[in-house]
Structure formats: structure tokens, C-alpha cells
């Protein structure tokens, strides 16, 4: 069970092996990323804590996994890699060299001593980050676009969770030096996103909230406000 964090304390990360290149090795061009059937998707075997829930959605036309909390998706294939947030995270990884994209999916920013479990973000980024690079990606060609951190309970903020996860995630990133191109956090709503891992474009819907007194606000506030959130990076309403 997660211990609570004292005002101010900064959460001891745990960190993993870092899986990095051998010196000198070449890095080989991407190749065209290539398309696989669902049976075949289905039929990959799969490592603990990696998402494994296959489908055809309808709406996009694509072959998808869905990212369930505590879990994680990387890949290079043609599929999208979706996932619905409320106060839990997701951090969209993508190489732009490579074409490798990867999703996690945590709900605290840290757990007990010992804890390894992708539900915690300081184990769920160090095993996105190194899945990313057994599949190529390199360090300085890694960016990061993060959703979610909602308080989507009305009048529930006594542990602040949404607003913790944001502030670990982002500052995570800045001391791993992964820059964060877009990001669409905080705020009130639960959240749709969807992650295409070869182009590195990311899409959002802001779900119905718990919160009846915004509604009025809702409709003429939700795209523009999504729109300044996410300047600068490809994220899209849908």
C-alpha cells in the first residue's frame, strides 16, 4: 500500500537497469513500420505488466491496445495504443528517428519500499524508458507528451492525487532530460487518450466529469482550452 507523502517530500525513485547501446554501436535507419493482423497481435507472447488487450476500433480504423493502470505498451507496428485516465497518468513516449512509441499507465507516484509495480510512476517511467530503448530509441531523440491528473471527484482533494502525479511526471522529466512537447493535465475531466506510436501523434476527448456546477462552461470552454493546453506538440480533440 502507498505511503502517504509529507508536504514537500520528494519521492524515493526507484530506478532500473538502463538499457543503453554498446559504444560505438551503429544505429540502423528505421524501417517502414510494418502491420500486424490481431490474431497475430494476439498471439505474441507478453512480459508482466505489458498491455495485452487487442481489438479492432471502429472509429479509427486501426488495430488497438488498451492500457489498463499499471501497465505499458510500446511498440513500432501500425496500431493505436489507447488509454482512459482520471487522476492517473499516462506519459506518451516517441523517438522521432526511430518510429518507436511506447504508453504507461500509473496511479501514485510512488509505493512502499520494494514496491515494483508499474501502479507507481517512479517504477512505471523507468520500464517505459527501457522498453523504449530495447527496441532502439536513444536518449536524445526522446520526447514526452503526458495526460491526465484530474480531480475527477467533486469536492474530493484532500490527497491531491491527480495534482501529485502531475507534479512527479513533470518533474521526472526534466531530470531525465526528455523533453514534454504537449501536455493536457490537471483540470476536472476524465480523459480518452489515444497514442499512435510510429508518427508520435496523440489525441484527447475530455470526458462527462462529476461536476455539474462546469457543465455550463463545458461546451464553450473545452476545445479552446485544450487547444492552448496542448500548443506546440500534435494533439488533437476527437
Not at 12 to 38: M, Y
Request: hydrophobic residues 40%; charged residues 20%.
Amino acid at each position: 500500500m502507498a505511503s502517504p507523502l509529507q508536504p514537500g517530500a520528494q519521492p524515493e525513485r526507484r530506478r532500473l537497469p538502463r538499457i543503453t547501446p554498446l559504444a560505438g554501436e551503429a544505429q540502423a535507419p528505421a524501417a517502414a513500420a510494418p502491420t500486424l493482423s490481431l490474431p497475430q497481435l494476439k498471439a505474441q507472447a507478453r512480459k508482466s505488466g505489458e498491455a495485452s488487450f487487442f481489438f479492432f476500433d471502429p472509429h479509427f480504423q486501426h488495430n488497438a491496445v488498451k492500457v489498463l493502470p499499471g501497465e505499458y505498451f510500446v511498440a513500432r507496428e501500425q496500431l493505436a495504443i489507447m488509454t482512459v485516465l482520471g487522476s492517473c497518468i499516462a506519459a506518451c513516449l516517441w523517438d522521432s528517428r526511430m518510429r518507436v512509441g511506447g504508453m504507461n499507465h500509473f496511479m501514485l507516484p510512488d509505493g512502499d519500499s520494494g514496491d515494483a509495480s508499474g501502479r507507481y510512476g517512479s517504477y512505471a517511467m523507468e520500464l517505459l524508458i527501457n522498453e523504449m530503448m530495447k527496441q532502439g530509441a536513444r536518449r536524445e531523440t526522446l520526447q514526452a507528451k503526458i495526460f491526465g491528473g484530474g480531480q475527477v471527484m467533486a469536492n474530493f482533494t484532500t490527497m491531491n492525487v491527480g495534482e501529485r502525479n502531475t507534479r512527479f511526471v513533470q518533474d521526472y522529466l526534466a531530470t531525465e532530460r526528455i523533453p514534454v512537447v504537449s501536455e493536457d493535465v490537471l483540470d476536472i475531466y476524465p480523459r480518452k487518450v489515444v497514442f499512435f506510436p510510429v508518427t508520435g501523434k496523440a489525441m484527447v476527448k475530455r470526458l462527462a466529469h462529476a461536476h455539474p456546477e462546469a457543465m455550463a462552461q463545458e461546451t464553450r470552454g473545452n476545445a479552446a482550452s485544450v487547444a492552448r493546453a496542448t500548443s506546440g506538440g500534435s494533439v488533437d480533440l476527437f
